[in-house]
C-alpha cells in the first residue's frame, strides 16, 4: 500500500528527491507543520525575500500571475509592477518585486526587509502600526554552486547591483567595510578566476547572508569580531530565521514548493511549476577543482542549503502524511455513516415485514 502510494505520488518523480530520504536533523511538528491563517481580506501581507539567482523571478511571477483569487492581480503589459489588491479594499497584500517594487532596496535582505517593510506600509496611512497584521516572510533557495555560478554568468553579463543599499542598523556599509571588485561601471567580461578571486564578492555565502540578522555581527564592520565567531553567528542565524519563516522554496524541487506553499497559505495555483533543469549555471562545465574551490567559497551557503533541503523534504513527507491521515479519517467516517444507514435501512425493513405479516393474520380470521 506504501508503494502504491508513493508511486501515485504526483510530486515525486519530477526533481531529484532520493527514493529513501533519511532525516538528518531534528525538527519537532511544529517546526514541520506549516498552516497559516492568512487573512487576505485583513491586514496580513506576505513578504517575499527574494535572493538573486535563486529562481526567485520565476517564483515571484508565479504569485502575481498564477495565483487562484477572488480578484486576481492587475498585470498590464509593458508594466514591472501588477496591482494586487484585496478582494475588499484598494490595499496589497503581497510585498514582492512584481507588486510593490523594490520598496526596500534592490534585493533587500532579511535585517534590510523586517526593519524597512512593517514601517513602511503602516508608515503610510497610520501613525500607528496595525496589531492585527501578521507579516509572512517567504523565500526561495538554491543549490549554492549552481546558484554562483548563475550570478557569475549574470555579472559576466554587465549585471552589478549597484543600486543594493545593503542598509543595517540605520546605514548603508562604507567603501572601507565593502571595497567593489572592480574599478569601472560593471564587471563584464570578468573571468570566474577573476570572480572567485575576489576576497569582497557578495556572491561568496550570499544565500546565510541575506537570511541572517547581519545586526548580531555589527553589519559589514568585520573588525567587530573574529572571523570564525562571525561565521557561527551568521549560520545559526539564517538557519533560525529560515525555520520560522511562514515558506520558503527549494528550486531544485519546484512541484514540492508548489505544493508547501498552497498547503500552507490554502492559496493554490492555476497552472502547475515546471521543473526547468537547463539553466545559464547548468551549461557551465567545471573540473572538481573549480567545483571544490566554489563549495570552499560557499562553505556557509553549502551548509544551509543541506539544513534547509532537509527541512523542506521533512516539510513535505509530514504534510504529505498528514494529508493521506486526513484522508483515510474522512474515509472511516463515511464508511461508518453508511453502515449505520444500512443498518437503519435493514432494521426498518425488518419492521415493517412484521407489521405487513401481523396486519394479514388479522385479515385473514
Not at 96 to 113: N, Q, V
Not at 200 to 215: E, F, G, H, I, K
Not at 233 to 245: F, G, H, I, Q, T
Not at 258 to 264: A, D, S
Request: hydrophobic share 30%.
Amino acid at each position: 500500500a506504501a508503494a502504491a502510494a508513493a508511486g501515485a505520488d504526483p510530486y515525486g518523480a519530477e526533481d531529484e528527491t532520493p527514493p529513501r530520504f533519511a532525516p538528518r536533523f531534528n525538527f519537532s511538528a511544529r517546526d514541520l507543520l506549516r498552516r497559516v491563517d492568512f487573512n487576505i481580506k485583513g491586514d496580513d501581507l506576505i513578504v517575499f525575500l527574494h535572493i538573486q539567482k535563486t529562481g526567485g523571478t520565476t517564483f515571484g511571477r508565479h504569485l502575481v500571475q498564477n495565483v487562484r483569487l477572488e480578484v486576481p492581480c492587475d498585470c498590464r503589459p509593458g508594466q514591472k509592477k501588477c496591482t494586487c489588491y484585496r478582494p475588499n479594499r484598494r490595499e496589497t497584500w503581497l510585498f514582492s518585486r512584481f507588486s510593490t517594487g523594490w520598496s526596500c532596496g534592490l534585493h533587500a535582505d532579511w535585517t534590510e526587509l523586517t526593519n524597512c517593510v512593517p514601517a513602511l506600509v503602516d508608515g503610510k496611512r497610520e501613525l500607528r502600526p496595525r496589531p492585527s497584521r501578521n507579516f509572512y516572510y517567504i523565500t526561495i533557495l538554491r543549490d549554492p554552486v549552481s546558484r554562483y555560478l548563475s550570478e557569475w554568468r549574470h555579472v559576466q553579463r554587465g549585471a552589478t547591483w549597484k543600486a543594493s543599499l545593503h542598509v543595517c542598523d540605520g546605514r548603508s556599509p562604507t567603501t572601507e567595510e565593502l571595497p567593489s571588485c572592480y574599478a569601472g561601471d560593471d564587471w563584464s567580461g570578468c573571468s570566474l578566476q577573476e570572480f572567485m578571486e575576489c576576497p569582497y564578492n557578495l556572491a561568496n555565502n550570499r544565500q546565510v547572508r541575506m537570511l541572517s540578522d547581519l545586526s548580531l555581527v555589527g553589519c559589514y564592520n568585520l573588525s567587530v569580531m573574529p572571523e570564525e565567531q562571525r561565521n557561527k553567528v551568521l549560520l545559526d542565524s539564517a538557519k533560525e530565521n529560515l525555520k520560522r519563516m511562514a515558506f520558503f522554496g527549494l528550486t531544485e524541487f519546484q512541484r514540492k514548493t508548489q505544493y508547501l506553499f498552497e498547503k500552507t497559505f490554502n492559496m493554490n495555483f492555476i497552472s502547475p511549476f515546471t521543473q526547468y533543469n537547463s539553466t545559464r549555471a547548468s551549461s557551465v562545465e567545471i573540473d572538481e577543482q573549480t567545483q571544490q574551490r566554489i563549495e570552499a567559497l560557499n562553505f556557509l551557503d553549502v551548509e544551509l542549503y543541506d539544513y534547509a533541503k532537509d527541512l523542506f523534504l521533512q516539510r513535505y513527507q509530514y504534510t504529505r502524511q498528514k494529508e493521506h491521515q486526513e484522508a483515510r479519517r474522512k474515509r472511516q467516517e463515511q464508511r461508518k455513516i453508511l453502515r449505520a444507514q444500512q443498518a437503519l435501512r435493514r432494521e426498518r425493513g425488518d419492521n415493517g415485514s412484521a407489521t405487513d405479516y401481523t396486519g394479514n393474520v388479522e385479515r385473514w380470521r
